[in-house]
């Protein structure tokens, strides 16, 4: 039995799947999320504040493909075997996060890998590494958060070893099928057990700041919006 064919933890997103991406792509925001989080008890699901878009414009919510790179000193006699093996295997629905142990030794993410994981049906990636050939990723249209830009190949440099197994990125845990979501203000992991939870919560937080706001604008002492709504 191949290893591609026992790895992934979901299926191809359904439907109902894209609808919800939708849902929060457009109503919800990471810095929502996180606050809804910390008060699920899980505070530690915002990856680093150095993760940035490579475009402005860039969001997505998926389910996390979870990716493990080393830092190499030689060159495999096959160097990119596991890296073929993980873009070949995505599922529609899927973001590729990618852990490099904090290593800025070479660029694991360019324009092939962006172009092949667009095709397969990825939602975007987070590399928490370097990537490079960002002007052709930009004209993709193909949203990617990275820790920095380099121009240098990973082969003889670093190595994908592993995916769809649990990881930590930038600084957060994520394991496969986790919900990512990512916008200007940065990257969150959103554990599975607790998604629909979360998107309850998260949607009532979102209308009480909406109301909060309209309040604001028309004069509104803060201390009594405060008082009335309970968000800040």
């Not at 596991?82 to 873009?87: A, N, S």
């Not at 993410?109 to 990723?137: F, N, Y």
């Not at 496969?176 to 937080?205: F, H, N, Q, T």
Request: charge should be negative; hydrophobic fraction near 40%.
């Amino acid at each position: 039995m191949s290893s591609q064919s026992i790895r992934p933890t979901r299926g191809p997103a359904t439907e109902a799947d894209l609808r919800m991406f939708q849902q929060v792509e457009e109503q919800l925001y990471t810095a929502v999320i996180s606050d809804v989080l910390d008060e699920l008890g899980y505070r530690n699901q915002a990856l680093r504040e150095f993760l940035r878009p490579i475009t402005r414009e860039d969001r997505f919510a998926g389910w996390a493909r979870t990716v493990s790179c080393v830092d190499l000193y030689h060159i495999p006699e096959d160097p990119y075997a596991m890296e073929i093996e993980v873009l070949d295997s995505i599922l529609p629905g899927e973001v590729v996060v990618v852990s490099t142990a904090g290593s800025v030794q070479n660029a694991p993410w360019g324009e092939l890998l962006s172009t092949a994981a667009q095709v397969r049906g990825a939602r975007g990636a987070v590399i928490d590494g370097l990537v490079r050939d960002v002007r052709k990723i930009q004209s993709l249209n193909f949203p990617v958060f990275a820790r920095g830009i380099k121009p240098v190949d990973s082969k003889g440099r670093g190595a994908m070893i592993d995916y769809n197994k649990p990881i930590e990125c930038a600084g957060a845990r994520v394991s496969p099928g986790d919900l990512i979501v990512a916008d200007y203000d940065g990257v969150v992991a959103v554990p599975s057990e607790v998604l629909p939870r979360m998107i309850e919560l998260a949607s009532e937080k979102v209308a009480k700041e909406n109301d909060s706001r309209a309040e604001l604008k028309k004069g509104a002492y803060l201390k009594d919006v405060y008082a009335k709504y309970g968000v800040l």
